[in-house]
């Protein structure tokens, strides 16, 4: 008996000791996750099934929020409006930018299919976590954020993005093997997602959603044709968006609709995921 009592007060204290972080995503918690392990407690924001661009936090969250001694922010769309609403709850928090060094591209969904030019400058694309090498980056970031607020377990942040960041470089590894000699380089999406993957593949994302919005009948006619052209064989589409669009094109082109979850909360399985499907359909 008087082991269970010890083994439970010692629980208790390394309970205590965990830093309570909130994140905006899902891919976010097993970046905290693998970095801090068991030192933190990671609550999300926006939960499965839903959009970042349209999120709004339930009371229950914001009740949480306020336990948070880090947010980690990585800019998608809702915390534009949020975060300082979160600040507002929970004013020691520490908000910490994980896309802090990143230099971030324009949105895909702003390309111009007839003129192959950028259309619209202002809008960033903010999905960075889709990058293995960003991935990288925002893992530091994180590392340093724990550091900060918790320097007496310096070593094990250090130790644990180590070997996150070799875990990292092992699947960039897998990646060029399997998509660095496909015969098509280009792929159709919903909604532009993977730019920075294709960027760093040296792939190309054509889109079928324009700025946020669903296409207009002339837009359509205009991607099954490049579509066409182009010979392309898959369009990605994610749970979180309608396949309808998507599929109308597939249909007249004679191509597949693959989901592809860019909010999961495995990134390792589901980057991997993509990989595969990629030189599946793109070979």
Request: charged share 25%; with cysteine.
């Amino acid at each position: 008996m008087k082991k269970i009592l010890f083994a439970l007060f010692i629980c208790t204290i390394y309970l205590q000791a965990a830093i309570n972080v909130s994140v905006s995503i899902l891919p976010q918690k097993y970046f905290v996750k693998q970095i801090a392990g068991d030192l933190a407690n990671v609550q999300v924001m926006v939960l499965p099934g839903s959009e970042p661009a349209t999120y709004e936090p339930k009371p229950k969250q914001l009740s949480h929020l306020m336990k948070s001694k880090i947010y980690f922010a990585i800019g998608v769309p809702f915390e534009k409006n949020w975060l300082t609403k979160f600040k507002e709850v929970s004013p020691k928090m520490l908000v910490v930018d994980v896309s802090r060094s990143i230099k971030k591209r324009a949105m895909s969904s702003s390309y111009n299919l007839k003129s192959k030019k950028r259309v619209k400058k202002d809008a960033l694309d903010p999905h960075i976590w889709l990058s293995p090498k960003l991935v990288k980056v925002i893992a530091k970031n994180i590392a340093d954020a724990f550091i900060k607020m918790d320097p007496n377990h310096k070593d094990i942040y250090l130790s644990n993005l180590k070997s996150f960041t070799k875990q990292i470089s092992s699947l960039q590894k897998y990646a060029h093997k399997k998509l660095d000699h496909l015969k098509h380089t280009e792929f159709m999406v919903f909604h532009p997602v993977w730019g920075y993957f294709a960027d760093e593949f040296h792939l190309k994302q054509i889109p079928i959603q324009i700025e946020g919005k669903n296409p207009t009948p002339k837009s359509l006619i205009q991607l099954i044709k490049y579509a066409k052209d182009k010979d392309i064989k898959v369009i990605f589409v994610q749970p979180q968006f309608s396949k309808k669009s998507a599929k109308v094109i597939a249909r007249n082109i004679g191509a597949k609709v693959v989901v592809l979850d860019p909010l999961s909360q495995n990134w390792t399985k589901s980057i991997k995921d993509a990989i595969d499907s990629f030189e599946t359909y793109l070979k």
